[in-house]
């Protein structure tokens, strides 16, 4: 076999080494990119870590919910679309006396002489017997005589879907129930000064959510408080509740009005399913107390007070655990009637 030529050789040596070089200078750009997508991937993951790190001194350094609030209240007030629909008349705006109904059941009836009728009301079987029903009535009563007596008043029965096997809530039930009852009279225009709240679902939402939907009716929040409950649930609203919302103790009252065959085991009951869980979990939201609320709202509703109370959504989400001191801890933030000492 003869030689392969020298400059075939040659030729095929340089063409090789140039084939080698493109092939090196590709890796090399491949490399290259390589490098670069690397080192933009380490610049995005510091990225968010750093990010990470402000969102979470941020939130440690906020009430607990505070920043939850400030994104709910993307745009500082209800927003237009809403206040387009609403028109207060001048006898609205001056309200200024909040008088709060709490609900305890929800009424079926639609005359007056079913109002005491316990087959037409939705009850626990603890609260069939023992004269229950009797004191409802009379506590929608009073806050209809108080409405009446106070012109400035608004009273708001506060109670929501809280049965399964009922389609509305306890408080247009015990507006239904007055109004089929004649309970707030012929005085032209008092239906104006009674409203539902139907959210609600325990007697710290009943205060608290009373206050919002005040605000939310009449556009200003009350300056007076009266609530009209069981008499054995007093201490549980004028120590704990109160308190807790921070609402000055000279401007809130209280009328109890218990069932006339009322055992002293419902008094004991009160105390330690009611009076006692509330001296350890203020806000209502851990454990047992948060559970109950869970059981309340099979319908899965949540409130419009955020849209229409932002100032209070702090208080809304306020629920202090170990970070915060202990469950018992009051809200420290800024409320309408409550400024924090410097």
């Known amino acids: 076999m003869l030689p392969t030529p020298a400059s075939f050789r040659i030729g095929q040596r340089s063409k090789g080494h140039l084939v080698n070089l493109h092939h090196r200078s590709k890796l090399d750009i491949l490399l290259t990119r390589a490098r670069v997508t690397n080192l933009g991937f380490l610049i995005l993951a510091a990225f968010a870590v750093l990010s990470f790190l402000v969102n979470l001194s941020y939130y440690f350094s906020e009430p607990s919910g505070g920043s939850i609030a400030k994104a709910l209240d993307a745009f500082g007030h209800a927003p237009d679309s809403i206040l387009a629909t609403i028109h207060r008349d001048d006898a609205l705006k001056g309200l200024n006396h ?8 929800i009424w079926k009836g639609w005359s007056k002489d079913q109002a005491l009728a316990e087959d037409k009301w939705i009850l626990e079987q603890y609260q069939q017997g023992g004269g229950r029903v009797q004191a409802w009535v009379s506590h929608i009563e009073t806050g209809a005589e108080l409405a009446r007596v106070d012109e400035n008043a608004l009273v708001v029965f506060s109670g929501g879907q809280t049965r399964q096997n009922s389609t509305t809530t306890e408080a247009e039930s015990y507006l239904r129930l007055a109004s ?41 929040y009350p300056e007076l408080i009266t609530v009209v409950g069981y008499e054995m649930k007093r201490r549980r609203f004028t120590e704990l509740h109160r308190a807790a919302l921070r609402w000055p103790a000279e401007r809130f009252h209280y009328i109890g009005i218990d069932p006339d065959k009322e055992v002293p085991a419902a008094r004991d009951g009160e105390r330690q399913n009611g009076y006692l869980p509330y001296t350890l979990d203020t806000y209502g939201c851990h454990d047992m107390l948060q559970s109950k609320r869970r059981s309340r709202n099979p319908f899965f509703r949540y409130h419009s007070y955020y849209t229409s109370s932002p100032e209070l959504g702090g208080l809304f989400n306020w629920c202090p655990g170990p970070r915060e001191g202990g469950h018992t801890v009051l809200y420290p933030g800024p409320l309408p009637w409550y400024t924090p000492p410097r």
């Open 98 to 105: 909040l008088i709060v109904v709490p609900g305890h059941g």
């Open 180 to 220: 089929q009852t004649g309970t707030f009279g012929a005085q032209p225009g008092l239906f104006r000064r009674a409203t539902t709240e139907d959210h609600a679902l325990d007697s710290f939402q009943n205060l608290l959510f009373s206050i919002a939907r005040f605000h939310e009716y009449t556009g200003s």
